[in-house]
């Protein structure tokens, strides 16, 4: 089954340090896409980072790196350096094998602490 | 959001009236796509279009109707509007996706969204 699994409901982290946000995926097709979207109260999905299953290397985008290990089917998302600005639910997300569509995690909700 | 442009952001209908709902991306992507939000839901497929001229269906078609008559282009119609219809629309595209509807793992292949339009139907 072609699925994705977030299994922090909720993060905390201390302004200025880095987190980790945890997503594991699902599928047995060699070609596959995982994003990380933000998405703040305001409500629109902010893409953050993607990652394919070709790609040599992790993918990197400011402040946000992706942990992909294959092996172990995860893609974890790492925000260094944690701004006020980053609480937001985030949400992990793959186009998997023969899926027609984005399959979602169940999210995570982030909040910064000052 | 990279060039994806969505409207209305908000709009309040009617039970029977019908609307569009516009998408329009910048970025000469082949693929475009709509999906609906709901509380406790995730994101759902409504429609995708792999290139001008081809559209199919997704998880919940029944009620909307898409074309695409130009890349840019991606219309939502809602036909006759019901409660269950309110939810948060997104429409979404990327560079490319098989005809298939399989995706392409090739590098920057991004989907990007819109900033989202908020519908309720009264």
């Known amino acids: 089954a072609q699925k994705i699994t977030q299994t922090q409901p909720g993060m905390f982290v201390q302004e200025k340090e880095a987190v980790t946000l945890d997503c594991t995926y699902d599928t047995s097709d060699p070609s596959y896409g995982l994003f990380w979207y933000k998405q703040p109260s305001s409500g629109e999905m902010i893409f953050l980072i993607y990652q394919g299953s070709y790609d040599q290397q992790n993918a990197t985008e400011g402040r946000y790196s992706l942990n992909f290990q294959k092996a172990r089917k995860s893609a974890n998302l790492v925000i260094s350096a944690s701004q006020l600005g980053d609480s937001a639910m985030y949400f992990c997300?793959?186009?998997?094998?023969?899926?027609?569509?984005?399959?979602f995690g169940s999210g995570t909700q982030l909040t910064v602490l000052p | 959001n990279a060039g994806v442009t969505q409207t209305p952001k908000f709009q309040v209908l009617k039970t029977g009236q019908s609307m569009t709902l516009q998408c329009a991306q910048d970025?000469?992507?082949?693929?475009m796509s709509w999906y609906r939000q709901d509380p406790g839901m995730g994101l759902r497929l409504i429609h995708y279009s792999v290139g001008a001229g081809i559209t199919d269906q997704g998880e919940v078609p029944n009620g909307y109707n898409v074309s695409r008559s130009t890349t840019e282009d991606f219309p939502l119609r809602l036909l006759s509007a019901a409660p269950s219809q309110t939810s948060v629309y997104f429409c979404a595209s990327s560079r490319r996706l098989s005809r298939q509807g399989k995706w392409e793992a090739i590098s920057g292949n991004t989907i990007y969204f819109g900033e989202g339009s908020w519908l309720t139907v009264v």
């Open positions: 997300a793959g186009y998997l094998g023969s899926a027609r569509q984005l399959t």
């Open positions: 970025m000469n992507h082949e693929y």
